[in-house]
């Protein structure tokens, strides 16, 4: 009886040459074998992947832990968003709460208004009120609002 033995020019990178049939089907089992753990091997590298860029948003569900003032503290700071009103401004710089803020308080705790003192104490009595503030204000709005409007210019008739 006649055995036919085939050759096959085996184009894998891992065996070079010419092998028999049986020995290349025996190759591409092993080959076989090696690529489904070599997906596994890849499968396992994303999941691991995965989980460590998932791990940080984990830590990020949680909103921060709020700080509630204590009752022990007289004048608990604002939030760090809020924009202080003037009325919280002149009553925080205002340590004697007579309603007269004097250049040393306002240099203390309310810099705007130190900063133009001599033009909100018209009256020069040497302290400013909140009125006197806001009529200051109104007045630099005013100023502003003057500077920004186009000259008229005039028109010949």
């Given amino acids: 009886m006649n055995v036919w033995?085939?050759?096959l020019n085996c184009r894998c990178p891992r065996v070079r040459g010419v092998v028999g049939f049986t020995d290349c089907q025996r190759i591409a089992g092993k080959l076989r074998a090696l690529q489904?753990?070599?997906?596994?091997?890849?499968?396992?590298?994303?999941?691991?992947?995965?989980?460590?860029?998932?791990?940080?948003s984990y830590a990020q569900t949680?909103?921060?832990?709020a700080v509630t003032p204590t009752a022990s503290s007289p004048a608990a700071a604002p939030?760090?968003?809020?924009?202080?009103?003037?009325?919280?401004?002149?009553?925080?710089?205002n340590t004697t709460h007579d309603g007269h803020l004097t250049?040393?308080?306002?240099?203390?705790?309310?810099?705007?208004?130190?900063?133009?003192?001599?033009?909100?104490?018209?009256?020069?009595?040497?302290?400013?009120?909140?009125?006197?503030i806001r009529a200051w204000e109104k007045a630099a709005r005013e100023r502003r609002h003057e500077a920004q409007q186009p000259a008229a210019t005039p028109t010949k008739g």
Avoid at 36 to 56: G, I, Q
């Fill in 5 to 7: 033995r085939f050759t």
């Fill in 36 to 56: 489904s753990e070599d997906t596994k091997m890849r499968l396992v590298f994303a999941a691991a992947a995965l989980a460590l860029f998932a791990a940080p």
């Fill in 103 to 132: 250049l040393a308080q306002a240099k203390a705790g309310y810099s705007t208004v130190a900063r133009h003192f001599t033009e909100i104490d018209t009256a020069k009595n040497g302290y400013v009120t909140e009125d006197n």
């Fill in 62 to 65: 949680a909103p921060p832990a």
């Fill in 79 to 93: 939030a760090p968003h809020h924009r202080a009103t003037m009325d919280e401004r002149f009553a925080n710089a």
